[in-house]
């Protein structure tokens, strides 16, 4: 072995510490096998913006000469396995460091594996990420998200499960018993360790073959190099907005073409439009700008625009009117009012039955009561 590479991409603020936790704890096995490592967070990501996209990595390797060579870079060239610790962002990322929707396997080396914390089969994960054109394979540690937030650490042992499933997924890095003798040094706790031990028993991959998956090609676009740079500081206004689509009524803000914030959600608005009453209430609050008005006076959330902040719904006075719905439940960013306006009955059955499962399959922004995460971690001891 030479070195071994492990991305942990995770959403910022909530799972900082979470990630921190991973990439620490590979490096304390491996030191455990006479190896050297290092964990770090990649320059140019802001893990304190709630839900934006962040990196960290763990490299290892048999000597300090090998492990310099590859940390003398802005980020690891390919790495071995790639931790994913929120399922929704299998759908792309894009940091707050500003370089386009990069695949969430862009960066996994041909055979390496993609691990994914999810309640989801590998089927629905392998749908949402883009495809390669090598093979690699796909790992799932069950379990639900582990959100929390800034002065919160959710405590559910997401952390040593993924622990235990790496020596499985990619052997070569440390072995489980290193793992488990790392785990019970740092958290002194032997329920960790068993926690590890079962997630290294219980997970599998599959491979993923060159094509199989999300076939859309994501966006980007060309940073000026210093030969093309104008002289200055130039900051380009933003034009006034137009009618809706363009047209004579309603109202559309214009928006930055490049910068998409997609990759920031893990929940997105699903709109009620038989039930909103026209409040404008949504449309004034949203931070960025999301909601359009449309020519019959109603507000539909522009999705390439929406980070999921959810203040939409926590303003809307209607009940159900807008409701936060799962990310994993959509495969684009369409116009829900164009949905409702070519068949207003098959939207609202749709809009609906999401609604209703979304009841039942609670999912979490992050910390939001006293007690919540003793409850979500009862529901993970059924799991």
Request: glycine share 8%.
């Amino acid at each position: 072995m030479t070195k071994v590479a492990v991305e942990v991409v995770y959403r910022g603020i909530f799972q900082k510490t979470l990630a921190t936790n991973i990439t620490r704890g590979i490096v304390f096995a491996a030191r455990r096998e006479g190896k050297v490592g290092l964990a770090f967070g990649r320059y140019g990501d802001s893990p304190e913006r709630n839900g934006i996209p962040a990196k960290r990595f763990a490299v290892v390797a048999d000597n300090q000469e090998e492990l310099e060579e590859n940390l003398a870079m802005y980020e690891a060239g390919d790495v071995d396995v790639t931790v994913v610790v929120d399922d929704t962002l299998c759908k792309g990322v894009e940091s707050w460091g500003w370089y386009g929707l990069q695949p969430i396997n862009a960066l996994t080396r041909t055979n390496g594996t993609v691990l994914v914390t999810s309640m989801q089969g590998p089927d629905n994960l392998v749908r949402d990420t883009h495809q390669k054109d090598a093979p690699y394979r796909l790992g799932v540690v069950k379990g639900t998200v582990s959100f929390s937030g800034l002065w919160v650490y959710k405590d559910d042992h997401t952390d040593a499960r993924i622990l235990g499933a790496l020596p499985k997924v990619c052997p070569e890095l440390v072995s489980i018993d290193s793992m488990a003798e790392a785990i019970l040094e740092q958290w002194k706790d032997e329920v960790k360790v068993d926690s590890a031990r079962k997630a290294y028993d219980r997970t599998d991959t599959r491979v993923v073959e060159p094509g199989e998956g999300n076939s859309e090609i994501p966006f980007s676009f060309d940073l000026p190099g210093w030969t093309n740079m104008e002289e200055g500081i130039v900051i380009r206004g933003i034009e006034q907005g137009t009618g809706f689509r363009e047209g004579s009524e309603g109202y559309e803000p214009k928006r930055n073409p490049y910068f998409k914030k997609y990759s920031t959600r893990s929940m997105r608005p699903v709109i009620d439009f038989e039930t909103c009453i026209k409040c404008t209430l949504c449309w004034l609050q949203c931070p960025d700008t999301c909601f359009d008005v449309t020519p019959d006076g109603l507000y539909d959330a522009n999705m390439d625009s929406c980070c999921g902040c959810g203040v939409c719904e926590a303003v809307c006075p209607v009940p159900d009117c807008v409701t936060m719905v799962g990310e994993k439940n959509f495969t684009d960013n369409s116009s829900q009012w164009e949905a409702w306006q070519k068949d207003k009955d098959e939207y609202n059955k749709w809009m609906k039955d999401l609604v209703q499962e979304q009841k039942q399959d609670s999912r979490s922004h992050g910390f939001h009561h006293v007690g919540q995460y003793k409850e979500e971690i009862a529901q993970m001891e059924e799991v």
